[in-house]
């Protein structure tokens, strides 16, 4: 009886081993884009043409003309260079692998991973007072930056405008001096890439090393060391990629230095500074809009926080749009009016009757505390149309410019409309109301979410335009994503929505214009 | 009499956060025989103000006081003298206490269902005493499509786990006894409704890692007035092998590294008229952890044991 027992046992335990097994088919969870280097849609050779967004234009960066490949200096840096892309270690290949033939997409990834990592709302001290982070002091507690969709947008844009404008230059002088590249003078070079046709020199990959690094820097000081050494490996790459020779990789360096200069010299003094306003401007805002209207938000944390965040972003410079007050929405509904009511009744009801469909569509646009925000959300969707559509370098780099232009004016023009209204949110007028998702620390009108995701649909419909049924309709679920979720009205969205697609406009018309279509 | 009359208590550790869900392990040495079985019904409440931030301890207006009702229906059946089988299927409610800064809205719902095969190993008489080895085996698994990455409210891990676990006791012959138990718990992933998350470093999935655990105990009891009456006295430890720590003022996710202390005491009684009906009543404060609610448990249940 007792062997029956054990062995019954024993059969049993593995039997729920094997059902264990087979029910969590544990996956592998991935950490980045699955791509490796690819054949380009096309080399966009007149590139060097297109009207950059800072620069004047590609000459801004003067960039002398290389040795030709037949004199010495040159053979020296080939003979290095064979050196360098032979007989590669394992973490040199793996290198090169992730690095791949279009380095943008991997900077993009390493840019949302900070935005995630620095994504962190300061908390209250003990006495109840809250600490702001000092850009004077990032390491301070809390640290700096806290990387707030604001924040983060503004950080991409920098990002994607330095490599859209280094890239830009690029070009330029690589078909005005058309250099070969390495392993067409040189075919016993081992070159891992496949070849695209583009003249060597300058670098498009050491100014995209460069130039991320460098805004990246200054956007997330305390990871300077990281950038760098991510910088660095990223150039060595080249070379074990047999791509760039030194000389190639010093012009690339030459111009992404430049131009993250560019583009730093206009974020020091695009109001951002002023952005998170001390609580006596903050409190003239909500003044003022009581005044006006009648109504005001107020922040219902514990202990409450004394300014809600950027009160003055809506006033830091735009990319494209001339004056913020041009795209301020209308006024929205006054708190006990009719269509307000018909708001509340609806909010009731999807928290009362909250579906699973609700549910998982406030969960997977919320790109809350903690995470890429949303728009590192539409950088993720242009990265994978990038990868999907074989774009080149310079054009993703055309994506993300455009597409983060058009976000950050859309997140001015939103917080412009959030801190002129100063609209109470679900939780400030509905009693006892509560929420599956985070009430923010900001004026409800408009949602951000709706402004930012209808601005990024837009660009990227217009350059991905097979896709663009797709975009708009992911816009849409985003800004009814906040409504699910409780913590904005409909009219937030829809008028939000509207914005966005109103702001994105400006963006796209300066696309347009710009010599790549 | 307690050959007959015995039952395996089902101590359930329902943590504030549901990272600890140790539940249902049955980590005692009682057995049921063959066609026995026993029905129970537990009610526990928990409630914690103060979680571990990583390592430490941390109040937060906005989720105030996190309280946690769970039912447990379970049921214990004895496949043959020395197998059982126990099954459970637990019930849990989570809300903030008012007022709270987060107005966050709590959940509900039926948690995971777990099964468990419990065995004996040895059992002889050394001695003064009688010692016992047994092992068990478990695997739970959701029942619903609850939210694991709604922390702290959410009800369960939302993970798969099966778990090992072995438990020695000794006892003497007057009912003083003392219990070891060690086991590892494999968990697998937990879904989300989001497919991008940060665990020091960016993940592009709905899925998470739950960090698999070491689960311990040590316990001392008695077994007093005739056997009708069964006390002790226990310390029980969760350790995560893996996983990230709470950010500042962030919220939890699955993937948390989670471990914790906890002191616990328990009463369960047989009652001979009815016969087999018995009680239980526990109460466990988690005096130490990482990631996880500082919580104190109650728990109180009803048994009845009968013939298949």
Redesign the interface.
């Known amino acids: 009886m007792k062997n029956i027992t054990i062995s019954s046992l024993l059969t049993l335990c593995i039997g729920l081993c094997a059902l264990f097994l087979a029910s969590s088919c544990e996956k592998d969870i991935p950490t980045q884009a699955d791509y490796s280097d690819y054949v380009f849609s096309k080399p966009d050779e007149n590139g060097g043409s297109w009207k950059p967004i800072l620069l004047t234009g590609p000459e801004q960066i003067a960039v002398p003309a290389p040795e030709d490949v037949s004199s010495n200096g040159y053979q020296e840096e080939l003979a290095a260079l064979k050196a360098a892309a032979s007989g590669l270690t394992g973490d040199q290949m793996q290198a090169v692998g992730y690095w791949s033939n279009n380095p943008i997409l991997r900077w993009s990834e390493i840019a949302l991973e900070l935005v995630a990592k620095y994504n962190l709302i300061p908390g209250p001290n003990s006495d109840g007072s809250y600490t702001l982070p000092d850009p004077a002091n990032p390491g301070n507690i809390p640290n700096f930056p806290f990387a707030h969709p604001p924040y983060a947008v503004r950080a991409l844009a920098y990002l994607s405008v330095a490599q859209f404008d280094g890239l830009i230059t690029a070009w330029h002088y690589k078909y005005q001096y058309n250099r070969p590249a390495p392993g067409q003078v040189d075919p016993s070079i081992p070159v891992a890439y496949v070849d695209n046709g583009l003249p060597s020199y300058p670098s498009d990959g050491a100014v995209i090393a460069a130039a991320s690094r460098d805004i990246l820097s200054a956007m997330f000081p305390l990871e300077k060391e990281y950038l760098a050494a991510k910088a660095e490996e990223q150039m060595a790459s080249l070379q074990w990629a047999g791509t760039n020779v030194d000389s190639d990789i010093a012009a690339g360096v030459h111009i992404g230095e430049e131009v993250a200069k560019a583009a730093l010299a206009r974020a020091a003094n695009d109001g951002m500074k002023r952005a998170q306003c001390p609580k006596p401007v903050s409190d003239s805002l909500k003044a003022a809009a009581f005044a006006r209207f009648g109504w005001q938000w107020d922040n219902l944390e514990a202990p409450p926080r004394p300014v809600g965040l950027t009160p003055l972003f809506g006033q830091v410079k735009m990319w494209n749009v001339p004056t913020v007050e041009e795209v301020r929405p209308p006024v929205p509904p006054a708190p006990g009016s009719a269509e307000y009511e018909e708001n509340v009744r609806e909010l009731k009801h999807f928290a009362d009757n909250m579906t699973d469909e609700w549910r998982a569509i406030a969960n997977f646009w919320q790109d809350g505390i903690g995470t890429y925000t949303p728009p590192g959300h539409w950088n993720r969707f242009a990265k994978e149309h990038a990868i999907k559509y074989r774009l080149n370098p310079l054009r993703t780099a055309r994506v993300f410019a455009y597409l983060n232009m058009a976000m950050m004016d859309g997140g001015i023009s939103c917080w412009d409309a959030k801190y002129y209204y100063h609209y109470p949110r679900p939780i400030n007028t509905i009693p006892g109301f509560k929420t599956i998702a985070g009430t923010p620390n900001f004026p409800s009108y408009t949602s951000g979410h709706s402004v930012f995701s209808a601005a990024g649909a837009e660009v990227l419909t217009y350059v991905f335009p097979e896709e663009g049924s797709k975009f708009r309709d992911w816009a849409l679920e985003a800004a009814i994503s906040r409504v699910y979720g409780g913590i904005h009205w409909r009219f937030d969205a829809e008028v939000g929505t509207a914005q966005g697609i109103q702001v994105a406009e400006y963006t796209l018309e300066a696309a347009r214009a710009d010599g790549a279509d | 009499m307690k050959n007959i009359y015995s039952f395996v208590s089902l101590l359930a550790i329902y943590l504030a956060f549901p990272g600890a869900n140790q539940a249902q392990t049955p980590t005692d040495d009682l057995f049921m025989n063959q066609r026995e079985s026993c029905i129970a019904l537990i009610y526990e409440n928990s409630w914690f103000d103060e979680y571990w931030e990583g390592a430490s301890l941390r109040a937060?207006?906005?989720i105030?006081t996190v309280k946690r009702h769970t039912a447990i229906p379970m049921i214990a059946i004895g496949?043959?003298?020395?197998?059982n089988l126990i099954v459970a299927a637990p019930y849990v409610q989570t809300a903030s206490t008012e007022?709270?800064?987060?107005?966050?809205?709590g959940a509900e719902g039926f948690q995971d269902l777990s099964?468990f095969?419990k065995?004996?190993?040895l059992n002889r008489q050394a001695g003064p005493g009688e010692v016992a080895l047994l092992?068990t085996?478990?695997?739970s698994?959701p029942m619903t499509?609850y939210?694991a990455?709604?922390m702290p409210y959410s009800i369960g891990l939302g993970?798969?786990?099966?778990n090992?676990r072995g438990i020695l006791q000794y006892k003497l012959d007057n009912g003083v006894y003392a219990r070891a138990t060690l086991a590892y718990l494999?968990r697998?992933?937990a879904k989300?409704?989001?497919?991008?998350?940060?665990n020091n470093?960016?993940?592009?999935?709905h899925?998470?890692?739950v960090p698999s655990a070491w689960n311990f105990q040590a316990v001392a009891g008695a077994w007093l007035l005739a056997d009708i009456l069964k006390v002790e006295a226990s310390y029980t430890g969760l350790k995560a092998t893996s996983g990230d720590d709470i950010?500042?003022?962030?919220?939890p996710q699955p993937t948390n590294k989670i471990s914790l202390g906890q002191a616990g005491i328990l009463a369960q009684c047989y009652l001979k008229k009815p016969k087999g009906l018995g009680g239980l009543a526990y109460f466990s404060q988690t005096l130490h952890g990482r990631n996880m609610g500082k919580a104190s448990i109650f728990g109180a249940g009803l048994t009845y044991q009968f013939r298949i």
């Open positions: 937060n207006g906005s105030s496949l043959f003298d020395q197998l007022p709270n800064g987060g107005k966050f809205i099964l095969l065995g004996s190993v092992a085996a478990g695997f698994t499509n939210l990455d709604y993970a798969n786990e099966f090992l494999f697998g992933q989300a409704e989001r497919d991008y998350y940060y470093g960016s993940y592009y999935s899925w998470m890692d950010r500042a003022y962030a919220a």
